[in-house]
């Protein structure tokens, strides 16, 4: 399972760091994606990082999103700054295991004034 948190509401130029916390070890998951949502819209890849190391950026986020992991805390990150009004959307990790694909819940992000 996987669980997201971290969302809100925030104004243009603002900050927020999403979580991403597995119920358990999050290394089992050779990877980690960001995706988010809009109303009306397709779900978008944003970021992926992977256990084996490095890390993945669409250009639409690339600077001012960063993605990074604690294993000890089984968490990844995703640091988003100077954010937009664009950005508003619900944001969701994806686990992606030799077993299965796994889905967080997702979380609110909505960026205004």
């Known amino acids: 399972q996987l669980v997201e948190s971290g969302g809100g509401l925030v104004q243009p130029g603002g900050s927020l760091r999403l979580s991403c916390t597995a119920s358990?070890?999050?290394?089992?998951?050779?990877?980690i994606t960001w995706y988010r949502q809009a109303p009306g819209d397709e779900r978008e890849l944003l970021a992926a990082?992977?256990?084996?190391?490095?890390?993945r950026y669409a250009p639409s986020v690339r600077g001012r999103f960063t993605i990074s992991r604690d294993n000890a805390k089984n968490t990844v990150y995703l640091q988003m700054n100077n954010l937009k009004p664009e950005d508003t959307a619900v944001y969701y990790c994806?686990?992606?295991?030799?077993?299965?694909?796994?889905w967080g819940q997702g979380t609110q992000v909505t960026v205004s004034s």
């Open positions: 994806r686990g992606q295991s030799t077993a299965q694909t796994t």
């Open positions: 990082i992977f256990t084996a190391g490095g890390t």
């Open positions: 358990g070890d999050i290394t089992a998951y050779y990877a």
